[in-house]
């Protein structure tokens, strides 16, 4: 039971952070003239891509943040704030936030960007798997199992786009967004409030 409550705490703020419902809005709307192939394309290229940097920084990051300086204080200072600005944007917009890079493109190289990077495995998943990896063991694998979960599901809802957004409508997806939101905002004042701790626990 307590593993499942740890796994969890990891894979519900990574869930919201990368938000494959928010995603799949986007998705339906700038592929809506794209073959099947093309969908298809666009797809694996969001998960594979969109995996591949997550995990790098998950394995890399914190020697990344070691070499330039960084406390993982700093970092999760950092992340904090740029998960509140998401979580305010999607509060407001009631979809993934602009600054996610949520720009129309007819590239189809689309999937690639902005789906893997800056939608998927943007600021706030970078610096949130990051701040996850700083755990004991158990927290890494749960981290990597997480990631793996969730982008098996942004395969799922892409590759079934036409269906999974006629199922549960624009409107719904966009309220769902803005619950995401308020849930992202409460942990990200989270991680600003334990690196404050952590900073004066050490001076």
């Known amino acids: 039971m307590n593993d499942i409550v740890e796994f969890l705490k990891v894979f519900i703020p990574l869930f919201i952070v990368i938000d494959p419902f928010g995603s799949l809005v986007l998705f ?31 394995l890399a990051g914190q020697f990344i943040i070691y070499f330039f300086g960084i406390s993982i204080e700093a970092l999760e200072m950092a992340g904090g704030v740029i998960l509140l600005l998401m979580a305010v944007e999607m509060i407001m917009e009631g979809n993934r936030p ?53 982008f098996l599901m942004v395969y799922i809802f892409f590759k079934e786009a036409s269906i999974v957004s006629k199922f549960i409508g624009n409107k719904a997806m966009k309220a769902v967004s803005r619950i995401f939101g308020l849930l992202l905002a409460g942990f990200a004042i989270q991680y600003f409030i334990d690196a404050v701790t952590a900073l004066f626990l050490v001076h």
């Open 98 to 150: 602009k600054t996610s890079g949520s720009e129309v493109t007819t590239d189809l190289d689309i999937g690639i960007v902005p789906f893997a990077t800056p939608l998927l495995a943007g600021p706030g998943a970078i610096s949130l798997v990051i701040i996850l990896m700083k755990g004991p063991l158990i927290d890494k694998i749960f981290t990597f199992v997480s990631i793996g979960i969730i």
């Open 28 to 58: 339906t709307s700038m592929t809506y003239n794209f073959n099947e192939g093309e969908k298809m394309r666009a797809t694996k290229d969001a998960v594979v891509y969109g995996g591949i940097i997550l995990v790098m920084f998950a």
